[in-house]
């Protein structure tokens, strides 16, 4: 596959959709201890931009999740390389992910974060593929077709994060 890529999402629709969300996600959680976490590293890019459109006092504390290997279909299994997050207990969480697709790294996620003690675990995530329309996510950011998409963090073989738009990787 070549890095050759359209554009879905510009950069600008991406930041202008964030700053919603930051503004949803302030007045909804105006009372909790908020804890936001990153999962890295496909939310990473995501997160930056959504902590600085959130007016609430926050801690960010990432946790690591790899599910896909190399390739571009779900291995099912999600590992969590850094462990889970300690200092959640008692605390508003809030998951922030780049992409729904099976849901099987949130759905993991929040059980762990539930079993830490949590109040509540809230999920943001930045896409959702057409095929994943079931799963829920109290934020979203855009549904997308269910094409294998990189850029604003998403890659293919750890490669094309940087891409500040979501875009489809074709052939030449
Ligand atoms: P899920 O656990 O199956 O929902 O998968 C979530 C993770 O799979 C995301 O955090 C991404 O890292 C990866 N993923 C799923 N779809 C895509 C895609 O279209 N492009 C890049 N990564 C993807
Ligand atoms: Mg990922």
Known sequence: ???HSEILISGDSILRRVKELGVSISKDLATSELCVIP???????FAADLVREITLPLMILPVKASSYGN????????????GIPKGVAGKDVLLVDDILDTGGTLTHLKELLIQEGARRVLTCVLLRKESSRHLPADYLGFEIPNQ??????????GLYRNYPYIGILTDN
């Open 71 to 82: 390739s571009t279909t779900s291995s099912g299994r999600v590992s969590l390389p850094w």
């Open 39 to 45: 999962v890295m590293d496909g939310g990473m890019i």
């Open 148 to 157: 294998f998409v990189v850029g604003y963090g998403l890659d293919y073989a």
């Open 1 to 3: 596959m070549s890095s």
